[in-house]
């Protein structure tokens, strides 16, 4: 008799986890809440689907994670993912930076392939199918949605992802069917975010997108290095690639409570150290150049409004101080709806690294977003979504 597998969630680790069960002979269905599969998937990448990168390791991802990420992809790495879409028919390009996409530059293609390979294996999706309760009892799983309809199952893989972007399907209920098998919760929190912060200069200057350099501060310590890329001041604070890079640390200290002290520091000038930039003042100053001039072609005009004080021949230290780290406060995030991943889920000791079963119900798998594993912006989280959803589904099948 085949085994029958439920998987709770048809995101990128739930369909990878459905093909590689099939392929091994068991009967698969995925019970899904939203009307499609792969909401997700057809969202990243802004619609052209950042699938993987050049580079994969464990480097990329929290810490608590690195043990079990390593070992996945020693198993499933990255020229296993390509031969997997390769083989499925889908072919790809790699940007100059390493980040990889379908050649088609459309997320739609993937999602496309990847439907017609369940649809091969008989791969069966309950959609509209918002799993409530998940209990198993005289040797089985029965799942309940909660329009009161039940499913019964051999075994369950939960792939149900994070808590970000809810609207796209995954609310964190994933959390709550794995905490009611006894299993850990590293508190969730808003991940890749853009930050709250009350600075005038961000409502001064909103709309204003320049490239710089961020570096996050708890309790007035740099806690990462510098990160080049976009900041861009907005109404409500901070936003742009390189403020969203070093969001994590800030959104964990300040969700979990660790702190009320957090800061961002930029470099508004990061094509110039501070002793040049200095000099470049003094050249200014010395051929005559006054006000807002004096940052005339390093920075946006924009910029003189909030610099006005320090526009002044006896003030350009203290200006090329602070425009190489001025700081701002911030007293939150914006929250999980215009987060890009979660940072915390299901602690990754309570399933086994091998089988991705966990270690509180036998039968039980995990894999994905649903896990305490956090990656780097540019592909790691579907890397991880893909690699740990295809070992899941071949260990549960056999
Ligand atoms: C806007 C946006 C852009 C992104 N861009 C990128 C990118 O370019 N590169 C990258 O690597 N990552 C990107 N990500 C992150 C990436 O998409 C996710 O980390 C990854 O898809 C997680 O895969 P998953 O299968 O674990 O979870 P999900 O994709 O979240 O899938 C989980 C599925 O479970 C379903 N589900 C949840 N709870 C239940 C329940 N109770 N009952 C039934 N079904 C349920 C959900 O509806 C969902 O379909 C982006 C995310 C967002 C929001």
Same mark, same amino acid.
């Given at each position: 008799?085949?085994?029958?597998?439920? +998987?709770?969630?048809?995101?990128?680790?739930? +369909?990878?986890?459905? @093909?590689?069960?099939?392929?091994?002979?068991?009967?698969?269905?995925?019970?899904?809440?939203?009307?499609?599969?792969?909401?997700?998937?057809?969202?990243?990448?802004?619609? %052209?689907?950042?699938?993987?990168?050049?580079?994969?390791?464990?480097?990329? $991802?929290?810490?608590?994670?690195?043990?079990?990420?390593?070992?996945?992809?020693?198993?499933?790495?990255?020229?296993? @993912?390509?031969?997997?879409?390769?083989?499925?028919?889908?072919?790809? $390009?790699?940007?100059?930076?390493?980040?990889?996409?379908?050649?088609?530059?459309?997320?739609?293609?993937?999602?496309?392939?990847?439907?017609?390979?369940?649809?091969?294996?008989?791969?069966?999706?309950?959609?509209?199918?918002?799993?409530? =309760?998940?209990? #198993?009892?005289?040797?089985? #799983?029965? @799942?309940?949605? =909660?329009?009161?309809?039940?499913?019964?199952?051999?075994?369950? +893989?939960?792939?149900?992802?994070?808590?970000? $972007?809810?609207?796209?399907?995954?609310?964190?209920?994933?959390? &709550?069917?794995?905490?009611?098998?006894?299993?850990?919760?590293?508190?969730?929190?808003?991940?890749?975010?853009?930050?709250?912060?009350?600075?005038?200069?961000?409502?001064?200057?909103?709309?204003?997108?320049?490239?710089?350099?961020?570096?996050?501060?708890?309790?007035?310590?740099?806690?990462?290095?510098?990160?080049?890329?976009?900041?861009?001041?907005?109404?409500?604070?901070?936003?742009?690639?390189? @403020?969203?890079?070093?969001?994590?640390?800030?959104?964990?200290?300040?969700? /979990?409570?660790?702190?009320?002290?957090?800061?961002?520091?930029?470099?508004?000038?990061?094509?110039?150290?501070?002793?040049?930039?200095?000099?470049? #003042?003094? /050249? /200014?100053?010395? /051929?005559?150049?006054?006000?807002?001039?004096?940052?005339?072609?390093?920075?946006?005009?924009? #910029?003189?409004?909030?610099?006005?004080?320090?526009?002044?021949?006896?003030?350009?230290?203290?200006?090329?101080?602070?425009? &190489?780290?001025?700081?701002?406060?911030?007293?939150?995030?914006?929250?999980?709806?215009?987060?890009?991943?979660?940072?915390?889920?299901?602690?990754? %000791?309570?399933?086994?690294?091998?089988?991705?079963?966990?270690?509180?119900?036998?039968?039980?798998?995990?894999?994905?977003?649903?896990?305490?594993?956090?990656? %780097?912006?540019?592909?790691?989280?579907?890397?991880?979504?893909?690699?740990?959803? $295809?070992?899941?589904?071949?260990?549960?099948?056999?």
């Amino acid at each position: 008799m085949k085994k029958k597998i439920v +998987i709770i969630g048809g995101g990128g680790a739930g +369909i990878l986890a459905a @093909i590689s069960a099939a392929r091994n002979g068991a009967d698969v269905l995925i019970a899904e809440r939203m009307p499609l599969l792969g909401k997700k998937v057809l969202a990243s990448g802004a619609g %052209r689907c950042n699938l993987l990168n050049e580079t994969l390791d464990a480097s990329f $991802y929290n810490p608590e994670a690195a043990k079990i990420v390593e070992q996945v992809f020693r198993r499933f790495g990255k020229e296993d @993912i390509l031969s997997f879409f390769r083989e499925i028919g889908l072919w790809t $390009y790699a940007e100059e930076d390493g980040r990889i996409f379908p050649l088609t530059d459309k997320a739609l293609t993937l999602m496309d392939l990847l439907q017609a390979v369940l649809a091969r294996l008989g791969v069966k999706s309950q959609l509209n199918f918002s799993v409530q =309760s998940l209990r #198993f009892s005289g040797g089985q #799983f029965i @799942i309940s949605a =909660s329009s009161g309809e039940t499913l019964h199952a051999d075994k369950v +893989i939960l792939a149900a992802g994070g808590q970000s $972007y809810p609207m796209m399907g995954s609310d964190g209920s994933g959390f &709550k069917l794995a905490k009611d098998f006894g299993h850990r919760i590293v508190e969730p929190v808003p991940a890749t975010v853009p930050l709250i912060s009350q600075d005038v200069w961000c409502r001064v200057l909103e709309g204003q997108k320049i490239r710089g350099r961020a570096c996050p501060l708890l309790d007035s310590k740099k806690v990462m290095p510098w990160i080049e890329g976009d900041i861009l001041f907005t109404k409500y604070g901070l936003s742009g690639t390189a @403020i969203l890079d070093i969001s994590d640390p800030i959104s964990v200290a300040l969700n /979990r409570r660790l702190t009320k002290k957090a800061m961002v520091a930029l470099d508004l000038v990061p094509f110039l150290d501070e002793a040049s930039l200095h000099r470049e #003042f003094e /050249r /200014r100053i010395a /051929r005559g150049m006054t006000g807002n001039s004096i940052v005339a072609g390093l920075l946006p005009p924009k #910029f003189a409004l909030v610099l006005q004080d320090f526009l002044f021949p006896n003030k350009i230290k203290q200006l090329a101080g602070i425009l &190489k780290e001025r700081l701002f406060y911030i007293s939150e995030t914006k929250g999980w709806n215009e987060a890009e991943f979660t940072a915390g889920g299901v602690d990754v %000791r309570e399933i086994d690294p091998l089988t991705f079963e966990s270690k509180k119900q036998k039968g039980l798998y995990l894999c994905g977003e649903v896990l305490d594993v956090n990656g %780097r912006r540019g592909c790691y989280q579907l890397a991880w979504a893909w690699a740990s959803g $295809y070992l899941t589904g071949l260990s549960a099948a056999h």
